[in-house]
């Protein structure tokens, strides 16, 4: 990825120019010291001149007041504010009439900064203060006072905090009163410029210690660059938080949110003192020392998939390249591409009209449609369909073009919407809320009707990233997520009436992808790197998960390594340098998903004698549980040394009726509510107290026999022994009441439990012998 620069020969303004600011995707507007608005086109390449300002105004900040989210066809914004040196900030529209100018500040207003919704406006100034205007420029409040300069501001993501800058520290703010004020040092020199990102939460700064760095939301750094040879005199995000601008004297440089570097270009601008990237995020501009506006393209990005290769040329030009053959496609487009995706066999390309769909088996004849909206901030694909996210909102396109739904949910905000908080698979939509960041919103893919009965997954902590597994049954789908603890938790996406339960795979994991053939689960903990192959092990038996893992050292990806895809049996890794890293992992767990899904068990067993490996029969004995192959499951338990649960399957076999048979595979997999609601409803009330005798669960036990009035003497002759087995009095007022003038006769109850067993193999004989439980977890 890199940048194309645009410079004009001569520069169109006289001073140097202290802020730009875009109107539209082609539209930007540039102010100077020589007090002229210049107006910028990028289709035409005009400029024009708007308004020349009194004399005494020397401007120094600009911001378009923000498109309101819910207004569809709102497609400029109408006017914007510009701070000046004379204490003063100034609303002028677009047509260059100064609406109305309000004393702010003693001294030059630094900075001024609309809040993401336009309800309010942030400024700060050489006297040290921040001050809250109202949308019209009422003063509403006096945020906070210090005794030195502040030189750059931004709002939080949910605009209810302010940052701002204090000579070598930062300061965090929220607007509550008496709420915690976050503060730390930031740099070794005066900090020029700050932003803060709503997408991806993090913070950049500058200073004139010729540093730029990134920080978490809670002041924890992420990155530090090198010194430069000059200050750094501006920063800023690009809108999906994926890449920042840098610019410096003479520089202008491209990074990754991560903080390394792609590009860095030399333009002879002198120092750029403002940045801004255009709305849709392909362009940047800067307000140069020199009186020149420096244009800035980002082309050459890259996407791969198997064997194909994907480079965005020019604007409107992309590069196929496959590497089998050579074989080099070049794809042009009518407007300039802002996003694309490659995955799942298509290349969806957006530009700033339509949407274009490829196959990779026929690059000559794209599927085209219209967009609702102009800018995607988003592509995320599945095999059968695939997401575009806008301003708008959330819509779902089958590979032929066809729209399929558009979720919502009340308060849903799409514009900081990334790969992270949203997840798609064949079936479900997940979407992580930001107002209540333990809730996942999910939704039926077909419909975009919340799923199952509409009930919400909530989780104890934040959710940091959500991705839902891509292959098997809907039935079956699973959700796997990181919390703020760095906990990876998996749970059913399937909520009906019964809580799922959230259970965790692993901790400190800080990034993971599910494999796009079948269910494989991989993920970056601490120091390793673990491939999950069967997650589903949690919900069978928990106890051989540790087997079912593959581990290896993760120290060569260095420090805050991210996954980037995992495409078959191949991982890619980008580590914190930018370079990429190929991972391939055993190719037999996914033989081995393939052989269950199909139901051929005979070929998993054989295959896993071929690969004599412990992982491979662990996940093999999970998946024969969790399909109810009892015959499998013995072999594979056999094959990794788990005698005891062999016998236990053996006794299963053994057992009358398919009930109990059910009951006792419900109960192999930790399923004991659900093992007793089976015999419960086939009327095998006897063998739901005996369960529970035999778990230890007297107080149940006594509950049913009551319940049921049967068998209440089994229970107390049964409790009576275990009491006397470890010495020990009865103590429970339940037990005491029921046993008083009871008398208990072994021989009696034996007879009765005798005449129970009778009498289900006599019920099972006489309805159909069934040879295989067919019910699935």
Request: aromatic share 10%.
């Amino acid at each position: 990825m890199r940048l194309k620069i645009s410079l004009l020969k001569e520069p169109k303004h006289q001073e140097l120019v202290s802020c730009v600011g875009w109107n539209t995707a082609e539209e930007l507007y540039s102010c100077s010291d020589d007090h002229q608005i210049v107006k910028w086109n990028l289709l035409t390449s005009e400029t024009s001149q708007i308004v020349k300002l009194p004399d005494d105004i020397y401007p120094i900040d600009l911001h378009w007041f923000p498109k309101s989210l819910g207004i569809k066809k709102q497609t400029q914004a109408e006017s914007f504010v510009l701070t000046s040196s004379d204490g003063k900030f100034h609303l002028i529209s677009k047509l260059g009439r100064v609406e109305k100018s309000v004393e702010a500040h003693c001294g030059a207003v630094l900075a001024g900064r609309w809040n993401y919704e336009g309800t309010a406006l942030v400024t700060v100034g050489e006297d040290g203060q921040i001050k809250i205007w109202s949308k019209t420029g009422m003063l509403r409040s006096t945020l906070a006072q210090q005794g030195t300069p502040v030189y750059s501001v931004a709002w939080g993501p949910d605009s209810e905090k302010v940052l701002y800058t204090a000579g070598k520290q930062l300061i965090i703010k929220p607007l509550q009163p008496n709420a915690k004020v976050l503060q730390w040092k930031a740099h070794d020199g005066i900090i020029l410029k700050v932003d803060w990102n709503s997408v991806n939460d993090l913070i950049l700064s500058a200073g004139e210690d010729c540093k730029y760095k990134v920080w978490d939301s809670y002041g924890r750094p992420l990155y530090s660059s090198q010194p430069h040879e000059h200050p750094i005199t501006s920063v800023a995000w690009a809108p999906d938080g994926e890449l920042f601008a840098v610019g410096s004297f003479h520089t202008l440089r491209l990074c990754d949110k991560t903080g390394w570097s792609y590009a860095l270009e030399k333009p002879n601008t002198g120092s750029i003192f403002n940045i801004t990237w255009s709305i849709d995020g392909t362009q940047i501009a800067g307000a140069c020392g020199n009186g020149h506006v420096v244009f800035a393209h980002v082309v050459e990005q890259r996407w791969e998939w198997k064997d194909f290769q994907v480079t965005l040329t020019k604007r409107r030009t992309m590069q196929v390249r496959n590497v089998l053959n050579d074989a080099v496609d070049l794809l042009e487009f009518r407007d300039r591409v802002i996003k694309a995706s490659l995955n799942y066999a298509h290349l969806v390309v957006s530009t700033s009209l339509q949407c274009y769909v490829f196959s990779t088996k026929n690059w000559n004849t794209p599927l085209i449609f219209d967009l609702k909206e102009g800018t995607v901030s988003l592509i995320l694909q599945a095999e059968r369909h695939f997401l575009l996210v806008d301003g708008g909102g959330i819509y779902l396109y089958s590979y032929e073009g066809r729209f399929l739904s558009s979720p919502k949910f009340p308060g849903m905000r799409t514009d900081i919407l990334n790969a992270q908080t949203v997840s798609l698979s064949n079936d479900t939509i997940a979407i992580k809320d930001k107002a209540d960041e333990k809730i996942i919103f999910l939704f039926e893919a077909s419909t975009g009707k919340p799923l199952g009965d509409g009930k919400l997954l909530s989780h104890k902590n934040e959710i940091l990233e959500i991705a839902l597994d891509q292959k098997g049954l809907t039935n079956d789908r699973k959700i796997a997520f990181i919390d703020k603890n760095r906990d990876l938790c998996i749970t059913s996406v399937k909520r009906f009436g019964k809580e799922e339960q959230i259970i965790k795979l692993g901790t400190m994991v800080h990034t993971l992808a599910w494999s796009d053939t079948c269910n494989i689960l991989c993920g970056l903990q601490d120091t390793r790197f673990t491939v999950w192959y069967y997650p589903n092990t949690v919900y069978v038996d928990r106890d051989i998960l540790p087997k079912t893992l593959y581990e290896r050292d993760a120290s060569e990806f260095s420090k805050n390594p991210h996954i980037v895809s995992f495409v078959g049996n191949q991982v890619t890794i980008r580590r914190a340098d930018g370079s990429l890293i190929h991972i391939s992992i055993s190719p037999y767990p996914a033989i081995l998903h393939e052989y269950v899904s199909s139901s051929k068990w005979e070929d998993a067993v054989r295959l896993c004698r071929f690969v004599k490996e412990q992982t491979m029969w662990a996940c093999l004995a999970a998946m024969a549980v969790a399909n109810r192959d009892m015959t499998t499951a013995e072999i594979a338990y056999a094959a990794i040394g788990e005698i005891d649960k062999v016998q236990y399957i053996n006794s299963i076999k053994n057992l009358p009726s398919k009930e109990s048979k059910m009951a006792h595979i419900l109960m192999f997999s930790g399923n004991i509510q659900e093992a007793e609601m089976v015999l419960l409803q086939a009327g095998l009330v006897y063998q739901a107290i005996q369960i529970n005798i035999n778990l230890y669960n007297w107080e149940r036990a006594l509950e049913l026999a009551v319940k049921y009035k049967t068998h209440v003497d089994t229970v107390l002759a049964y409790r009576q022994k275990f009491l006397e087995t470890f010495g020990k009095q009865e103590t429970n007022k339940r037990y005491l009441q029921y046993a008083e003038g009871l008398e208990i006769d072994w021989e009696k109850i034996k007879a009765k439990i005798e005449m129970e067993i009778t009498k289900e193999r006599e019920r099972s004989s006489s309805s159909q012998p069934s040879k295989n439980i067919g019910l699935k977890h």
